[in-house]
Structure formats: C-alpha cells, structure tokens
C-alpha cells in the first residue's frame, strides 16, 4: 500500500477525531472517502499510529467504543485551532513564497513557528509527510526580497489612510511620471503585488505594479476612501490584471484543446458549450487588453475567435509579426 494513501487516509481520520462525540469504528468506515479501504484492521491500524503522535482516548458510551482526541487536544488553547487546522496553515505557508523577504512573508513565518511549537513534536514529522503529498506550483511570480521597504511603507500609507508619492514607471507608455496616490488596498495577483488606489494625476482609481515603483513617500496628506468603492467590481473585467473597456468574445476550441481547457475557471464570466464534433465554444466578457491578445494566442491553433472581429484582426496581427520576427 503506498505510503501517500495511508498520509491521507490519516489526514481524514483525524478530521472526524476532532469532534467532541467521538466516532465509533463502523462511522469512520463509513464516513472515510469511498476509495478508502473500510477494513476494521486497517481502520485500527490509522488509529493506532495517530495514537503514537496525538493523545487519542476511546470510552464506552452507550455500549460502543468512541475515539475522540482528549480534551484539550482538539483546540490549542488561546488560537482555538486544531491539529488539522494548524497543520493545514503550516503547509499553505508555500502560497506566499513569492513574498519571501517582506513583512508580510516574515510575520506569517513567525506565527507558524509559535503555532508549530504548540502541536506535539511527532506531529511535525507528520506535516512533513503530508507536504510531500500536496505540492504548491506557483508558476511564473515576482521576486519581492528587494521591494520590502516600499511594501512596508504602502502597508503604512494604507493603514493611515495618507496619500503616497512617487515616481512610477509605465509599462505601456514605456516612460517614468511623478504620481501621488490615494493608496487603497494591495492586491496580490497571477503571481505580482499591485496597488490599487486612485491616481490624482489620471483622476481615477488606477492599479499600480509594485515592482515598477521607485523613490515612493509617504506624505501627512490624509484621504477618504470612497464608501462605494469595491476592489472585486473594479478588477471584475481584467482577465488577470489589465483593466480595460470590457467586451464580449467568442472563442472556439478545438477538441484536443478543449479537453483540458473546459476543466479551468478562466474568468468568473466564462460559460462554456461542448459542440458534437469535440470543440467546444467560450463565451466571456473581459476588458479589451494586450492581456486578452495574449491569452488567446497561448493556445496557439487550438482556438479560433468567433467575435469580435476587432480581437480577431489584433491576434492575427501579432501572429504575423511572431512569425516574421
């Protein structure tokens, strides 16, 4: 039996351990995931070795044996979590490594520790196990160990409610301005750091790479965030980050493209339609960006867009010049 079924078979027993009833052997058999064996022995045998690694106790109540985890086990005392919650944290601890370096990364890493100090030390080898079970693939992400003073000093700037200045470099326009921001919120996303705040220059909410920030300030100007304003509702047309005029497109896949492409949430508006042939139809209302140009062209021949004719002129244009580079 590999090692990986038994982790996770463990990892489910637990969960039902921590209720203050207690289970009965038949209710974990019962309750355990449906490709799970359901032998009594084996059942006996998880138990006995989260025994050697937690305090679990078995009592008659009402004529049947109950496995719970003792009292005091269940809750850390003052966090109010439990093993497979503390657990749980130490292993999402990887989501942020792409913060590694910043306040943000180091005061997370200080609460595990604490928190880790608090289970009992076999557990910890336990952890470790169950982490080479889930793996975190972060995919392409920014490096933020240089940022850290900027960040800090948004973090603050936000927590004020004061304006910051800055020079800031556009990407798109591809030159360096003076700003002064209004700083809303920091908004981590596709693998970099924004901040969202409004522009005095552009006189608009705007969203700001955090990386492409330079010689930032925080002045003693304070400023009132707008009651009405929602970060979902202002992101809500950016495939991932770019903002734009939102248009609805129509792209058709092909079927060895559309069978792992209908699998993924790629925006909240997307509405999916299997055609008899395999392909498959997408629909979804996005913000008109370079972002959605090259979304589309990720899929290199397996898509083809339906509507609008404007998107099919820009892919087709950058195809050509990839192309001919």
């Known amino acids: 039996m590999p090692r990986n079924d038994q982790v996770m078979r463990q990892w489910h ?9 207690g289970v009965t052997l038949d209710e974990i058999a019962d309750r355990l995931p449906a490709d799970y064996p359901r032998h009594g022995r084996t059942v006996r045998r998880d138990l006995e070795g989260l025994a050697t690694i937690f305090p679990i106790i078995n009592e008659r109540i009402d004529g049947r044996v109950r496995w719970r985890l003792m009292d005091g086990a269940r809750h850390v ?8 919650e503390l657990m749980a944290l130490m292993v999402s601890r990887s989501l942020l490594k792409p913060l590694a370096g910043t306040e943000i990364q180091n005061a997370l890493d200080s609460a595990m520790a604490k928190a ?11 952890v470790q196990q169950i982490q080479s079970v889930f793996a975190v693939g972060l995919g392409p992400h920014k490096n933020y160990r240089l940022h850290r003073e900027t960040i800090d000093l948004l973090t603050e700037a936000i927590a004020k409610k004061h304006t910051v ?6 990407a798109s ?6 700003r002064e921001v209004d700083p809303y919120k920091l ?4 693998g970099g750091l924004y901040l969202v705040g409004y522009c005095h220059l552009r006189k608009e909410p705007r969203m700001f790479a955090v990386e492409r920030m330079g010689a930032v ?6 400023y009132q965030m707008p009651l009405r304003f929602d970060l979902e509702a202002f992101v809500q047309n950016s495939l991932t980050v770019m903002l734009g005029r939102p248009i609805e497109v129509m792209l058709r896949f092909n079927k060895p493209t559309a069978a792992w492409a209908k699998d993924r949430v790629w925006h909240p508006t997307q509405t999916i339609t299997p055609l008899k042939n395999g392909d498959m139809l997408m629909t979804l209302k996005v913000a008109d960006s370079r972002e959605l140009i090259g979304w589309v062209l990720s899929f290199g021949s397996g898509v083809r867009v339906v509507r609008p004719h404007s998107l099919l002129d820009a892919v087709s244009s950058e195809a050509k010049k990839i192309a001919h580079a």
Do not use: N
Not at 116 to 126: E, G, H, R, T, V
Not at 165 to 170: A, G, V
Not at 217 to 222: A, F, G, Y
């Open 77 to 84: 005392p003052a966090l109010k979590f439990s093993p497979t």
């Open 116 to 126: 880790s100090k608090l289970l009992p030390a076999a557990s910890i080898d336990y």
């Open 187 to 190: 908004w981590y996303a596709s």
């Open 13 to 21: 027993l637990l969960r039902l351990l921590e209720s203050s009833r």
């Open 165 to 170: 200045q800055m020079r800031y470099y556009s």
């Open 217 to 222: 300030t925080l002045t003693d100007h304070p």
């Open 173 to 178: 326009r591809m030159r360096t301005t003076r």
